[in-house]
């Protein structure tokens, strides 16, 4: 069983439990549980954990970490799909106490505590007819989300949840509390947005709300894997002239048994297009028209549902417990001849593995590349190769699996990564997803706001060196 640091003693974390209050160490009978990750990939044991209720003690338990030779640990949903979920020995600040949103309908914007969940968030906003567009699966924290971009189902429509985002209260790593917005620290603001994690602890976000709702438009379509170049042929065609309001995904996945296919088709490779229409509803079929034009499909799926239904369908599927592996980068075409061997890769996964295209642009790419730290906005699609399995004896099998797939896509064209859609992890992974020009400036940024590198468990930027003297 993992122990407290050796020079860690009795009565300093006594001392820490009377000024933050919730304090689990190895020995309590909750410390199995509050140590669980939502990737059961990952298996860590901190020293101490640490649950503040606001951010003050947040910057408490900072400058304890410091003080004592600490690794600092973040968790804010705990639903990252990459390793960095702590060392050995660290302390782990979960900020699952810090929940709660609240919204101001004349203005139209939300103030989210930094441990909220997108759940709390969309119903929120909903209960006003507004939204922030944000990720796919309730239980996500907005925290972990937001700083790395923010890619879901509503942002061709109203861009990335960055694009929507004002203000950030953070606590640094020498325990001091900073606003940044566009006035207010704004190269700290600029570094947020994208790269977040690197720069202190997000205790509050403010954001910007869009009207929509209640009613999401949505469609899928399946075809046989054979025509897989046909259908992303049709797909990739209307990606770069599609209305802002249609969000749009090619994949290629193998047919379930309880989805209405034929016997002959359960288990071998499907190709399908999904789309989610944020748009009037009288549209919907004009704007979907291009997508249906291709062969005729084994299935269809056509209808409206409430957003904050959408926004929860996936949540059991990818419960707590899940294992899970992903990889992916931007790219502006995908070779065709690439999709049939992809079907078969697909084909042969030894558990759940699937391939998609989604397309980008809009509202996402309306933004200048260098208005913040996020990488990728010019590209036309993002390409990822997606793994869940629930045997740990299919770990590296799983992983390797997601690996071969982007190899089989085809190299990465250098116009960067979703940081949050990448379980490897490591400088050159960094280095890929936001480019030689942004890397330089954010190791300027975290050479100001954390010159030590306390921030360092996460797709970490090092701090720029110092200069020689003259």
């Known amino acids: 069983m993992a122990r407290t640091s050796p020079a860690l003693e009795t009565r300093h974390v006594d001392q820490l439990r009377r000024a933050v209050g919730d304090v689990i160490t190895p020995d309590h009978a909750t410390y199995d549980d509050a140590r669980r990750l939502w990737n059961a990939m990952h298996d860590r044991r901190p020293s101490i954990i640490v649950r503040p209720t606001t951010a003050t003690k947040v910057a408490t338990a900072v400058r304890f970490a410091r003080e004592h030779g600490l690794e600092i640990v973040v968790r804010s949903g705990g639903h990252s799909v990459s390793t960095l979920t702590g060392p050995e020995g660290c302390l782990l600040v979960d900020l699952s106490a810090m929940r709660g949103v609240e919204v101001d309908p004349r203005t139209r914007t939300a103030r989210v505590n930094g441990g909220a969940l997108l759940g709390e968030l969309d119903v929120a906003a909903q209960a006003h007819g507004l939204v922030c567009p944000v990720g796919v699966v309730g239980h996500t924290g907005v925290g972990g ?28 790593s020498d325990g001091r509390l900073v606003r940044a917005t566009e006035t207010e620290e704004p190269e700290l603001f600029w570094g947020l947005r994208g790269a977040g994690w690197n720069f202190g602890i997000a205790t509050g976000f403010e954001f910007r709300l869009q009207p929509f709702g209640p009613d999401l438009h949505r469609g899928v379509l399946t075809f046989p894997g054979n025509q897989a170049q046909d259908i992303w042929g ?6 770069g002239r599609a209305p802002d309001s249609l969000g749009m995904i090619f994949g290629i996945d193998r047919a379930g048994p309880d989805a209405g296919y034929r016997d002959d088709v359960v288990g071998r490779p499907i190709a399908f297009i999904a789309w989610n229409h944020s748009g009037a509803a009288e549209d919907v079929d004009r704007d979907t028209a291009p997508l249906r034009a291709g062969p005729e499909p084994l299935t269809t799926t056509i209808g409206s549902q409430p957003y904050l239904d959408v926004q929860t369908a996936h949540d059991l599927a990818f419960a707590w417990g899940t294992r899970s592996f992903i990889r992916s980068h931007y790219a502006n075409e995908v070779r065709p001849e690439a999709l049939d061997e992809l079907a078969e890769h697909v084909a042969t996964a030894p558990a759940e593995g699937s391939f998609s295209i989604t397309a980008l642009g809009g509202a996402i790419g309306r933004v200048a ?64 997803t936001y480019g030689d020009a942004k890397m330089a400036r954010l190791a300027a940024l975290k050479r100001t706001w954390d010159p030590d590198n306390a921030f360092r468990v996460n797709p970490n930027v090092a701090p720029q060196p110092d200069r020689p003297s003259a």
């Open 145 to 172: 989300l937001t700083l790395g971009g923010g890619i879901g189902r509503l942002q061709r429509n109203f861009g990335l949840t960055i694009d929507n985002l004002t203000a950030v209260d953070l606590v640094t």
């Open 234 to 239: 049709v797909f990739r065609d209307y990606a």
């Open 369 to 432: 590349e260098e208005a913040t730290a996020f990488t990728g906005r010019t590209a036309a699609f993002d390409v990822s190769a997606d793994g869940f399995w629930t045997d740990p004896a299919q770990d590296d099998v799983m992983s390797y699996w997601c690996r071969r797939a982007m190899t089989i896509a085809g190299p990465e064209p250098g116009i960067g990564r979703y940081v949050n859609g990448n379980s490897d992890v490591g400088p050159e992974h960094t280095q890929a």
